[in-house]
Nanobody, 117 residues
């Protein structure tokens, strides 16, 4: 069982920055991919960025050039540095982690990010 706890959400003006963090705890051998998804009101949950245990990264087009995902395998944490935030980045951001065995996808409770002037 993996428990994911997010932190770092909040409200920021357009052009501002926020860093989201997610810490995994519980009983597991190791985690494969860890990442961030978001869901805006009335929209489906979408991928923002994902990083594998080996460091391979994939960003959504909307995140490229503005967001940076990083990971600390020893601490089982993943971070999302978000710069040049736009109103359309407003959403609930969810941390995701895939356990190696059994292969299960876990989700955090979500943290609200609001970009507004």
């Amino acid at each position: 069982q993996v428990r994911l706890v997010e932190s770092g959400g909040g409200e920021v003006q357009p052009g501002g920055s926020l860093t989201l963090s997610c810490a995994a705890s519980g009983s597991f051998s190791s985690l494969n991919a860890m990442g961030w998804y978001r869901q805006a009101p009335g929209k489906e949950r979408e991928l923002v960025a994902v990083i594998t245990r080996g460091g391979m990264i994939n960003y959504a087009d909307s995140a490229k050039g503005r967001f940076t995902i990083s990971r600390d395998n020893a601490k089982n944490t993943v971070h999302l540095q978000m710069n040049t935030l736009k109103p359309e980045d407003t959403a609930v951001y969810y941390c995701n982690a895939d356990s190696e065995w059994p292969p299960i996808a876990y989700w955090g409770q979500g943290t609200q990010v609001t970009v507004s002037s």
